[in-house]
């Protein structure tokens, strides 16, 4: 997609979770740079998440439930890379044809929330608040514009209502993990096209809840699929 130039052909980007800082640099031709974000300036082994979905499951509400001890993202390293070791193009971003914007969930209503990078004060503070997950990240939430901010994947992880919403009409969705594919992940996929057709948007924690609801043997640390 990088290489296709593909995102100079289209009217409007948006980054959601890890993808806000992803495709932040992207947009203004710094992919490679925002490619490696995650992986090699974040201190903490990022690596250690699990890739099978089931196994992930369990790592995240483990994770949850640990609270901050068991973080695997140093949100404040992050940003310090984003504005130092590897800054991002934050002139190019506000002169960007297309708009570009991140999605956050409002901590106070659960709801989401859009942050247009070309117009927000400051650009970086923004991503950092939507990457924020509780017992993942190792800030829980930021503060930004007066909004207690967490991940946008908690409201809504895949924001084709928002996006239909606002007068595009053909989407182009990069998943950078494998909740869109594999085992178990019908129910990610489900929920989130019956939220579509009903209204409804359906977040992570929602979705895991009903998959946890319905598949409850996933917990078990003894089960193998």
């Known amino acids: 997609m990088y290489d296709a130039d593909v995102l100079k052909n289209v009217?409007?980007?948006?980054?959601?979770s890890a993808g806000a800082a992803n495709i932040a640099y992207a947009?203004?031709?710094?992919?490679?740079?925002?490619?490696?974000?995650?992986?090699?300036?974040n201190p903490i082994n990022f690596l250690k998440m699990p890739s099978d979905i089931l196994e992930k499951v369990r790592y995240l509400v483990k994770a949850m439930q640990q609270g901050s001890n068991n973080p695997l993202v140093d949100t404040q390293s992050i940003g310090d890379c984003m504005r130092e070791h590897k800054p991002l193009d934050v002139a190019s971003l506000r002169a960007l044809s297309q708009e570009m914007y991140v999605l956050g969930t409002d901590c106070s209503t659960g709801q989401p929330v859009l942050f247009n990078l070309k117009t927000v004060e400051d650009p970086i503070a923004a991503i950092e608040g939507c990457?924020?997950?509780?017992g993942?990240?190792?800030?829980?939430?930021?503060?930004?514009?007066?909004?207690?901010?967490?991940?946008?994947?908690?409201?809504?992880?895949?924001?084709?209502?928002?996006i239909f919403g606002m007068g595009y009409t053909d989407v182009l969705i990069v998943a950078?993990?494998?909740?869109?594919g594999?085992?178990?992940?019908?129910?990610?996929?489900?929920?989130?096209?019956?939220?579509i057709a009903s209204g409804k948007t359906y977040g992570y924690n929602e979705i895991m809840i009903e998959l946890i609801k319905r598949h409850p043997q996933i917990l078990d640390q003894n089960y193998k699929a």
Request: aromatic content about 12%; overall charge negative; proline content about 4%.
């Open 27 to 41: 947009a203004v031709g710094q992919g490679f740079m925002g490619a490696q974000i995650y992986w090699k300036e």
């Open 11 to 16: 009217d409007g980007i948006f980054g959601i």
């Open 182 to 195: 594999g085992r178990w992940s019908e129910i990610f996929q489900d929920l989130i096209m019956a939220g």
């Open 136 to 162: 993942i990240t190792t800030k829980a939430s930021i503060n930004f514009g007066g909004i207690e901010t967490v991940d946008g994947a908690y409201s809504n992880p895949i924001p084709l209502d928002m």
């Open 176 to 180: 950078n993990n494998n909740f869109l």
């Open 131 to 134: 990457i924020c997950i509780p």
